[in-house]
Antibody
Framework: QVQLVQSGSELKKPGASVKVSCKASGYTFTSYAMNWVRQAPGQGLEWMGWINTNTGNPTYAQGFTGRFVFSLDTSVSTAYLQISSLKAEDTAVYYC??????????????WGKGTTVTVSS | DIQMTQSPSSLSASVGDRVTITCQASQDISNYLNWYQQKPGKAPKLLIYDASNLETGVPSRFSGSGSGTDFTFTISSLQPEDIATYYCQQYDNLPLVFGQGTKLEIK
């Protein structure tokens, strides 16, 4: 079946880095774009950006430039989100979500279960 | 950026009630509007795409309508398992933007 399996929860200190993985199965990885969505504790959904799984070209929403990097390893059908110089306000659940339109984001039909990143000293 | 305003922010209804949530865009987004359900501690789930298309496997008591700036999401007969927060999301322009959510509770 189609699924996205995300890596496990992370506890990091301020200033550290974290890399979240999102492994796809059950479909052709490069036929669908991948979005990343953040949800801070008790808050709503915030779109971080998307990556074209054919070209590897990422697009970042405002507020997610500089410290946030989307990448791929198509050989293992996996998307990655790396966050550097972590701050307490990065504490959130991070979701990967498949997009049926490979050329641009529109709707998200399959979601990972989310990865909780906690930043605390 | 396009702003999405959902109302109400919370709603209490009884099993069997008809429930309606609205979402207003700050500019014309045609029918580029999706609806998601998020249950506590779970990932969001796509219910409606392109304003009115029911995602495969989603019960027919869920429906969506609207175009331009005003959209409506309806549950025709509320079931206990529908307790969740519902979000609209536009994709007419980047960045994709979600509404602030509507938390639905059982009365």
């Amino acid at each position: 079946q189609v699924q996205l399996v995300q890596s496990g929860s992370e506890l990091k200190k301020p200033g550290a880095s974290v890399k979240v993985s999102c492994k796809a199965s059950g479909y052709t990885f490069t036929s669908y774009a991948m979005n990343w969505v953040r949800q801070a504790p008790g808050q709503g959904l915030e779109w971080m950006g998307w990556i074209n799984t054919n070209t590897g070209n990422p697009t970042y929403a405002q507020g997610f430039t500089g410290r946030f990097v989307f990448s791929l390893d198509t050989s293992v059908s996996t998307a990655y989100l790396q966050i550097s110089s972590l701050k307490a306000e990065d504490t959130a659940v991070y979701y990967c979500a498949r997009d049926p339109d490979g050329s641009g984001p529109d709707y998200m039909d399959v979601w990972g279960k989310g990865t909780t990143v906690t930043v605390s000293s | 950026d396009i702003q999405m305003t959902q109302s109400p922010s919370s709603l209490s209804a009884s099993v069997g009630d008809r429930v309606t949530i609205t979402c207003q865009a700050s500019q014309d987004i045609s029918n580029y509007l999706n609806w998601y359900q998020q249950k506590p501690g779970k990932a969001p789930k796509l219910l409606i795409y392109d304003a009115s298309n029911l995602e495969t496997g989603v019960p027919s008591r869920f429906s969506g309508s609207g175009s331009g700036t005003d959209f409506t999401f309806t549950i025709s007969s509320l079931q206990p398992e529908d307790i969740a927060t519902y979000y609209c999301q536009q994709y007419d322009n980047l960045p994709l933007v979600f509404g602030q959510g509507t938390k639905l509770e059982i009365k």
